[in-house]
């Protein structure tokens, strides 16, 4: 285990939980367009059931959700940079701050099965 491993999985479901929800909110917060509010609510979306699959490690792996997590930070990275082509900053700053929040989580999650 490196020094970096430090949050459980439950304390990172938790907290992805929260990310979830904030992008699925940021929208109306901060009143994006039509195209941003359908990424945002998409990624938030799929960012919560994440959060929600690490309860039960019997609908998915652990090394499933890992794999998971690195494709749901680039996916927020990705479509920051689609929304940020198409003139949305706003859209594109909170994606971006989501995909490098993910991308901290993953890095510092300890991914072991509960005992």
């Known amino acids: 285990m490196t020094t970096f491993r430090l949050m459980s999985l439950?304390?990172?479901?938790?907290?992805?939980?929260v990310l979830g929800l904030f992008t699925v909110a940021a929208p109306f917060i901060f009143g994006f367009g039509g195209g941003a509010t359908i990424v945002t609510l998409a990624i938030?979306?799929?960012?919560?059931g994440l959060a929600l699959s690490a309860v039960?490690?019997?609908?998915?792996?652990?090394?499933?959700?890992s794999r998971f997590d690195t494709m749901m930070a680039m996916a927020a990275l990705a479509g920051a940079l689609v929304l940020g082509a198409g003139r949305d900053a706003g859209a594109a700053a909170v994606l971006c701050g989501v995909g490098i929040?993910?991308?901290?989580?993953?890095?510092?999650?300890?991914?072991?099965?509960?005992?």
């Open 10 to 17: 439950s304390a990172h479901a938790a907290t992805e939980l």
């Open 44 to 48: 938030g979306a799929l960012l919560v």
């Open 56 to 65: 039960d490690h019997r609908s998915t792996s652990v090394a499933a959700h």
């Open 101 to 115: 929040a993910q991308f901290a989580l993953t890095l510092t999650t300890r991914y072991s099965a509960r005992a």
